[in-house]
């Protein structure tokens, strides 16, 4: 099954708080994780990314937490401020393809 | 700079015509893809491509067809056949490497009514 389950859909956080964003596979065939970062109007950046043979990579304020047995991954975000209110997305890469597939996405929303 | 470019930013049609939508990149990525994305559905495969003359269908290439003649351009159509075309569409490329990240444009919002 080619999905990448993200939840939840909307989350409001307060500022100094932690952000967490979930996502699940099924597909074990996946063998890359990002997660991008979305602006009104703007397309995708990446904001970081894991490969599954990795439990944790932290890039300054931004965590993924990766558990390959339960086929989950997660971002947490510390100290959230006001700018980092955006859409956020999960992704998987197959392996030895280049077909990348994206959850439904997560309106963060940190109150100042 | 190096990036993507998609042209229009909006796009406005009458139902039943065809439209092609724009994508060119400078970034010497073999790669390209095009996504849809709606509210609440986060970004869908429409059809990737990984080198020029080949593209394969993403998960929803029903009602669209694209063409990939040059490296930096991968244009998408969408055709009258597609029936919900109004839609954000986002471009991407792609580099070599099993860690290279999609660079995307600022898309294109297209109408039809």
């Known amino acids: 099954q080619q999905q990448v389950k993200q939840s939840p859909q909307s989350l409001i956080v307060q500022k100094g708080g932690i952000s967490i964003i979930n996502c699940a596979y099924e597909n074990t065939a996946f063998d890359y994780f990002p997660w991008y970062q979305q602006f009104p109007g703007k397309g995708p950046a990446l904001l970081i990314a894991?490969?599954?043979?990795?439990s944790e990579k932290k890039e300054g304020r931004f965590t993924i937490s990766f558990n390959k047995s339960a086929k989950q991954f997660s971002l947490h975000i510390m100290d959230s401020q006001p700018g980092d209110s955006a859409t956020y997305f999960c992704?998987?890469?197959?392996?030895?393809?280049?077909?990348?597939?994206f959850g439904k996405g997560t309106r963060l929303h940190i109150l100042p | 700079d190096g990036g993507i470019t998609q042209s229009p930013k909006y796009l406005f049609r009458k139902e039943g015509q065809n439209v092609t939508l724009s994508c060119e990149q400078n970034?010497?990525?073999?790669?390209m893809y095009w996504y849809r994305q709606d509210p609440g559905q986060g970004l869908r495969l429409i059809y990737y491509?990984?080198?020029?003359?080949?593209?394969q269908k993403g998960d929803i290439a029903e009602g669209y067809s694209v063409s990939r003649e040059k490296k930096e351009s991968f244009p998408l159509t969408v055709t009258s056949a597609q029936k919900n075309p109004t839609a954000f569409y986002l471009c991407?490329?792609?580099?070599?490497?099993?860690?290279?990240?999609?660079?995307f444009g600022n898309g294109t919002r297209l109408t039809v009514t």
């Open positions: 970034l010497n990525h073999d790669a």
């Open positions: 992704a998987a890469k197959l392996n030895r393809d280049d077909k990348i597939i």
């Open positions: 991407a490329s792609r580099g070599q490497g099993w860690n290279s990240p999609l660079h």
């Open positions: 894991i490969r599954p043979d990795v």
């Open positions: 491509s990984q080198i020029v003359n080949d593209f």
